[in-house]
């Protein structure tokens, strides 16, 4: 168990509609990550947050995006769904502050499913 | 940019004999490398990392891997597999940006099947 809890662990929705993942991050990390894994793209970097702001940006689409809260967590959203936005998304966390190389933590994951 | 290129998508063993993934990295200043396995339904579990320290890297689960910065190659061994070894594994590079910026470069991973 690596500290970093993600909800819903499932979800299926229909396209067009709009989804909310959650992230809490390991206690005392103040960076969150999320990543996107699908067959076709493999795993892709799509935001970090620290202490609430961006901070890195990689191949997310102007359909999502993400906020990180003052208690840390975070929340990815999606909207306007498409068939191809079903995968797994992971967070990750880390405390970039305090190791020169800082060592990202993943969550189990939410598998989101678009039918 | 870096990049990293795992250099087979599935590797088959017999239980009880070495294990070798292969890895090339490019980057332009010295890197931070990961491996992260995942088993099946499961999430990214760190393996181990290279941050300059020792070229060896010990990590968990009797893994171990050699940084070799002549060959641009971060290669993860094992002596010995077992049958839960079997997963993903994956070969990852550390874009350390300006102050807290970060984000990891995931390789396309190596399927590791272990054979009785």
């Known amino acids: 168990d690596s500290g970093v809890t993600q909800t819903p662990k499932h979800l299926i929705t229909a396209t067009g509609q709009r989804v909310t993942l959650r992230c809490s991050p390991r206690s005392g990390d103040l960076s969150v990550y999320w990543y996107q894994q699908s067959l076709d793209q493999g795993l892709q970097f799509l935001i970090q947050?620290?202490?609430?702001?961006?901070?890195a940006k990689g191949n997310i689409l102007e359909r999502f995006s993400a906020q990180q809260f003052p208690d840390l967590h975070s929340e990815l959203n999606l909207s306007s769904l498409e068939l191809g936005d079903s995968a797994l998304y992971f967070c990750?966390?880390?405390?970039?502050?305090?190791?020169?190389?800082?060592?990202?933590?993943f969550g189990p994951g939410t598998r989101l499913t678009v039918l | 940019a870096q990049s990293v290129t795992q250099l087979d998508s599935h590797v088959s063993v017999s239980e009880g004999t070495p294990v070798l993934l292969r890895c090339n990295y490019s980057?332009?200043?010295?890197?931070?490398l990961f491996w992260y396995v995942q088993h099946p339904n499961k999430g990214l579990q760190l393996l181990l990392k290279?941050?300059?320290?020792?070229?060896l890297v010990k990590g968990i689960n009797g893994f171990e891997a050699e940084f070799k910065k002549s060959e641009t190659t971060f290669p993860l061994t094992k002596p010995s597999a077992h049958m839960s070894d079997a997963a993903e594994y994956f070969c990852?590079?550390?874009?350390?940006?300006?102050?807290?910026?970060?984000?990891?470069?995931f390789g396309t991973g190596t399927r590791l099947q272990v054979t009785l």
């Open positions: 980057s332009s200043y010295s890197p931070s």
């Open positions: 990852v590079v550390s874009d350390r940006g300006v102050g807290t910026a970060s984000k990891l470069t």
């Open positions: 990750a966390s880390s405390d970039p502050g305090q190791e020169v190389t800082d060592t990202q933590y």
């Open positions: 947050y620290y202490n609430g702001e961006e901070r």
């Open positions: 290279y941050t300059s320290a020792a070229t």
